[in-house]
């Protein structure tokens, strides 16, 4: 029988900025169709921690409003999340939004059903 082996805890994972700015703390990282968060400033080339699950309160968009439960996705185009299916799917609402709030609280990577 093949084996897994646990490489590090469900939470965060290691995470190498290839990019030319700094990370901040609380900085969003999208790659592929897993959304992480850092969890303190990455510089370039530096290796830092992403966290991937966990409540988190995001920008939101304008205007919209959302339900307990409610699929959230990121738009990178205005760095807010939205309901609108076209952005990355990273979770769920766990927190009424209402239409004026400028922020949403999430289940990050929480799994969204298409």
């Known amino acids: ?3 897994a082996k646990r490489v590090q805890n469900y939470g ?3 995470y190498v900025n290839d990019g030319d700015e700094t990370i901040p703390a609380g900085g969003i990282v999208v790659e592929g169709e897993l959304v992480g968060c850092a969890v303190r400033p990455i510089e370039p ?5 992403l966290d991937v699950d966990g409540n988190w309160r995001f920008p939101k968009t304008s205007g919209e409003t959302f ?6 996705y990121w738009d990178a185009s205005n760095e807010a999340v ?3 299916t076209s952005g990355t799917a990273i979770g769920v609402c766990v927190e009424a939004a209402a239409s004026d709030d400028e922020s ?7 799994r969204v059903r298409a």
């Open 1 to 3: 029988m093949k084996i």
């Open 12 to 14: 965060s994972i290691n």
């Open 45 to 49: 080339g530096a290796t830092g921690a």
């Open 67 to 72: 339900s307990v439960g409610a699929a959230c």
């Open 82 to 84: 939205t309901s609108t």
């Open 104 to 110: 949403i609280l999430v289940a990050l990577n929480y």
